[in-house]
Nanobody, 119 residues
């Protein structure tokens, strides 16, 4: 059974920083693309950033130059460094990973971690 567990959310003031982590565990053969999504109240879930197994990253326009996605393949972990946070970044953040396991290759989701940007 594969699980993704996120950590690092919380309350931060505008212009502050937070670092989210997401670690995959279980019967894992390999992890392909990993990503962070977010969902604000009353809005659809949106893609924030993606990273390939080789480390190539892409970002939503709204977070470019402020957020950085990275991964440690040895630890099955993806990170999201968030700087210069704005109130509009407030959302539940979810990690996503395409994982090869004994049952096949499927996308998995974490449980979500709340990020609140407020003074």
């Amino acid at each position: 059974q594969v699980q993704l567990v996120e950590s690092g959310g919380g309350l931060v003031q505008p212009r502050g920083s937070l670092r989210l982590s997401c670690t995959a565990s279980g019967s894992i053969f390999s992890i392909n693309a990993m990503a962070w999504y977010r969902q604000a109240p009353g809005k659809q879930r949106e893609l924030v950033a993606t990273i390939t197994k080789g480390g190539s990253a892409n970002y939503a326009d709204s977070v470019k130059a402020r957020f950085t996605i990275s991964r440690d393949n040895a630890k099955n972990t993806v990170y999201l460094q968030m700087n210069s946070l704005k109130p509009e970044d407030t959302a539940v953040y979810y990690c996503n990973a395409h994982i090869a396991s004994p049952v096949g290759v499927y996308p998995y989701w974490g449980q979500g971690t709340q990020v609140t940007v407020s003074s």
